[in-house]
């Protein structure tokens, strides 16, 4: 009994640690450099990271080496400006 309690207590805790970490990541705004854009599969990387955008931010036009500033919630884009 003991050590099914023990396994659930250490269960709780890292399910508890990998959730605050995910709700840690809080919407941000960046400014940085577009070093490849993929539309199709809805992909960007700025400044030497890998975004997923959002139907929106995919339709705004944006090309490599273009100075951005993009709002970046949990790894995507969901606004992009030039």
């Known amino acids: 009994m003991l050590k099914k309690l023990?396994?659930?207590v250490m269960a709780l805790a890292?399910?508890?640690t990998f959730g605050l970490s995910t709700l840690a990541k809080a919407e941000e705004?960046?400014?940085a450099k577009v070093e490849a854009v993929n539309k199709e599969?809805?992909?960007i990387v700025?400044?030497?990271k890998e975004y997923s955008m959002?139907?929106?931010?995919a339709?705004?036009?944006v090309d490599v080496g273009d100075e951005v500033e993009a709002t970046v919630d949990n790894d995507v884009?969901?606004?992009?400006?030039k």
């Open 54 to 57: 959002t139907d929106e931010a």
């Open 46 to 48: 700025l400044d030497s």
């Open 6 to 8: 023990v396994v659930l």
């Open 41 to 43: 599969a809805k992909k």
């Open 77 to 81: 884009v969901k606004e992009i400006k």
């Open 59 to 61: 339709q705004v036009q």
């Open 14 to 16: 890292v399910m508890t």
């Open 29 to 31: 705004i960046i400014k």
